[in-house]
């Protein structure tokens, strides 16, 4: 239809804007991949957690899937990493338009797009993994008896995903069983097993095994070291307590280098971290009964809500993370466009996200509504529409 091609297309030009943004002045995050690749590549692979640009995070296997991008100039490199992720990104906008329609597709990006744009001019991972996430669900509920297909759909994801740790928890999926059809996830279960395997102890290879120990423990100290921060973009419910009930001054870039006090009451740090714990032990039960259920019912919608519900856990939640969230808002979107009710609230969340920056309310507001989490609650509210609604006839599990 016309009308299908016109909103794919704008979907098309957004994307393309935030690559043309990236390729004009970003690429920080990618640059950090890349050094990372260069030191496997010059047999220093024990030094990527630190000799690096800024702190690589991500488990010693990810560097050596980087580094073919490291054997060719960064002026070629950077941009054909953008073009991996344009092929996947066109693959998952392809899935989610057959599964849903193009007119709910355009609608959940243009949701989030403010965290896509970002996530494109920094040259991060995070959209290639929601990409394979999709994909993988995808191949897993879909009865189409190709087994090649699921095993390197998970075998893809379960690298990517055990790599950045947030949504590894959607590995659990293929292994609970439904009451028709168990062999059709065997092949699923064999690619996650060699993904992991392969993603775990590639390193081998240059590093051998006392570097491969090595490795690692310089990871544990790389996640450990970077400790809770508390500046104002971090969108977690942990950095929200602080910023509300602390007591104390923080940190907003859009405001420059002075401390800014944004609390509403004062209570002890002590309940403010027990709060935090309770908060990420229960939303990762929650988590891990949500896959046992996604698995046994065959459901993709919650698959997506799980795959936006995975960074919930985390002390550590910087605004592009919320591309995480872009399949589930792409549900919502069509529960509202076909039950013809509910898209003013949908427009209203739109807006708060995208137009809350200081470039449009003043660095003030804009540092206001950052500070207290306001992606971290609006995306809440779109998980919650996302349980609660019954199953559009349209959605029907292939």
């Known amino acids: 239809m016309k009308k299908n091609r016109i909103y794919l297309g704008i979907v098309a030009f957004i994307f393309a804007f935030g690559v043309y943004q990236a390729l004009r002045r970003g690429g920080e995050d990618f640059l950090v991949f890349y050094h990372a690749g260069r030191l496997t590549l010059d047999g220093l692979g024990q030094e990527i957690y630190t000799n690096s640009p800024d702190r690589f995070l991500y488990a010693p296997g990810f560097a050596w899937f980087i580094a073919p991008f490291a054997l060719i100039p960064w002026a070629i490199s950077f941009p054909l990493w953008c073009l991996m992720k344009a092929l996947s990104f066109g693959v998952m906008v392809k899935v989610l338009t057959r599964r849903f329609s193009a007119l709910s597709v ?45 095993f390197w759909a998970w075998f893809t994801f379960s690298i990517a995903a055990v790599a950045k740790l947030f949504p590894a928890v959607l590995i659990w999926i293929p292994f609970f069983p439904y009451r028709h059809g ?20 590639i390193p081998i290879l240059t590093q051998g095994l ?47 280098p002075v401390l800014h006090d944004y609390t509403w009451i004062s209570v002890p740090k002590s ?71 509910g898209m003013p609230y949908f427009i209203l969340g739109a807006l708060l996200i995208n137009l809350s920056s200081f470039d449009f309310i003043g660095r ?6 950052e500070a207290h989490a306001h992606y971290l609650w609006i995306t809440l509210v779109l998980l919650v529409v996302g349980l609660k609604a019954k199953r559009p006839t349209a959605l029907i599990a292939y």
């Open 106 to 150: 355009l609608l959940g990006i243009l949701f989030f797009a403010r965290p896509l744009l970002n996530e494109l001019r920094y040259g991060q991972v995070n959209l290639l993994i929601v990409t394979l996430s999709v994909w993988a669900l995808d191949s897993l509920f879909v009865n189409d008896k190709k087994a090649p297909k699921k």
């Open 182 to 201: 168990r062999a059709d996830r065997l092949s699923a279960r064999l690619g996650i097993f060699c993904g992991i395997f392969t993603l775990v102890f």
């Open 210 to 256: 006392d570097g491969l120990v090595l490795m690692y423990q310089g990871w544990q100290q790389a996640l450990l070291s970077k400790g809770f921060p508390v500046e104002t973009h971090n969108q977690s419910f942990l950095a929200f307590l602080f910023h509300s009930f602390s007591g104390e001054t923080f940190y907003s870039l859009m405001r420059g």
């Open 271 to 341: 309940l403010l971290y027990s709060l935090g714990m309770v908060w990420s032990v229960s939303t990762g039960l929650l988590l891990l009964v949500g896959t046992y259920f996604c698995g046994i019912k065959k459901d993709f919608r919650l698959g997506l809500i799980l795959l936006a519900a995975s960074v919930l856990p985390s002390h550590l939640v910087w605004k592009p993370y919320f591309v995480f969230a872009i399949p589930l808002a792409i549900y919502v979107a069509f529960i509202c466009e076909t039950r013809k009710k």
């Open 364 to 369: 003030e507001w804009a540092s206001i509504l």
